[in-house]
């Protein structure tokens, strides 16, 4: 997949492509429909399949200090979007002057003249442009007129309604991963490199990879059942295992972050970039009187995580 980030620079060879405009964040069942189709509009013009979307996502452009939202990381978006077959992701820099082109400024400057699409495929909702000005219909328009083709898909709804990261983030909010999984196509994870910890675990008998959660929207805190892919290194491969998402009450923590416990599993992890899919919710963040009742609800955690997984 070529990754693309410049509008006024671009190869002859990664113009003309059929895309999906959007911010997929998590990369849901809704944004896979619209790329499908982007997908069709490419088989028929023999076009390269893209996407095209936002860094850093404009909500964040305009609001940096509100909470954390994104469901995924932009490595993490990328990674998803080469799975499901993308040759072109156009992953603008949203900065001062793409936030005032207009909603005609954007449709020239960008798809028309940068990028030289051939096809675009928006949801229903989609605005553009300062201010947001711009709809669908909108868009039509201007392909119309700059020579670009334009299909509007229609919001996909799901067994719980119409599927959207904000219903992502309620039910992530709520402690219901299985709710998530069913909107997003796929299991929630929770992407990066494992950093040094306090390596309390280890002294406890069950040894952590600790990663980071900065930047992303923070799903209930408590323990979890999760699946596991370390994805380089020695001990690249698929595993089970428990995790903790918090800030660990016990110890006095304050900066949240995921403690995965990896079943059956002895190496080193600092480093290694992991992805952890989060299945099932087992139980709040709590303090213990003791570390033996605490190691005691471990040994539980983890015996109800083996279950649920189905590993011996």
């Not at 960008?110 to 229903?124: E, P, Q, Y």
């Not at 300062?130 to 868009?139: E, P, Q, Y």
């Not at 799901?158 to 196509?185: H, K, N």
């Not at 001990?235 to 949240?256: N, T």
Request: proline content about 5%.
């Amino acid at each position: 997949m070529q990754i693309v980030r410049d509008y006024d620079y671009v190869d002859q060879a990664d113009r003309g492509a059929s895309v999906a405009i959007g911010n997929f964040d998590g990369v849901h069942l809704g944004h896979q429909s619209v790329i499908d189709i982007a997908r069709e509009h490419a088989a028929d013009l023999g076009a390269p399949l893209g996407v095209l979307t936002f860094e850093p996502h404009p909500r964040e452009y305009f609001a940096p200090d509100a909470p954390p939202f994104r469901l995924m990381s932009r490595e993490a978006r990328a990674h998803r979007l080469q799975k499901l077959g993308i040759e072109k992701l156009y992953e603008l820099n949203f900065n001062a002057a793409m936030a005032a082109l207009s909603p005609y400024e954007f449709a020239r400057t960008v798809i028309a003249r940068g990028l030289g699409l051939r096809h675009v495929v928006v949801g229903a909702d989609f605005c553009f442009g300062k201010g947001r000005a711009g709809d669908a219909r909108d868009l039509e328009r201007f392909g119309r007129e700059m020579g670009f083709g334009v299909t509007i898909a229609e919001l996909l709804e799901g067994r719980t309604g119409q599927v959207s990261s904000t219903a992502i983030r309620a039910a992530l909010s709520e402690g219901r991963p299985r709710d998530a999984a069913a909107m997003l196509g796929h299991w929630h994870r929770i992407d990066g490199p494992v950093v040094g910890g306090e390596q309390r675990g280890r002294e406890l008998g069950y040894p952590t990879a600790n990663m980071s959660i900065e930047g992303l929207h923070p799903p209930r805190f408590g323990v979890y059942a999760v699946l596991v892919e370390v994805r380089d290194g020695p001990h690249a491969g698929q595993y089970h295992g428990a995790a903790s998402l918090g800030v660990r009450p016990m110890f006095h923590g304050e900066v949240p972050n995921l403690e995965t416990f990896i079943f059956d599993f002895s190496g080193d992890l600092y480093g290694a970039e992991l992805s952890v899919a989060l299945v099932e919710y087992l139980r709040p963040e709590a303090t213990f009187d003791s570390l033996e009742a605490f190691i005691a609800q471990m040994d539980a955690d983890c015996a109800r995580a083996r279950d649920i997984l189905g590993q011996p």
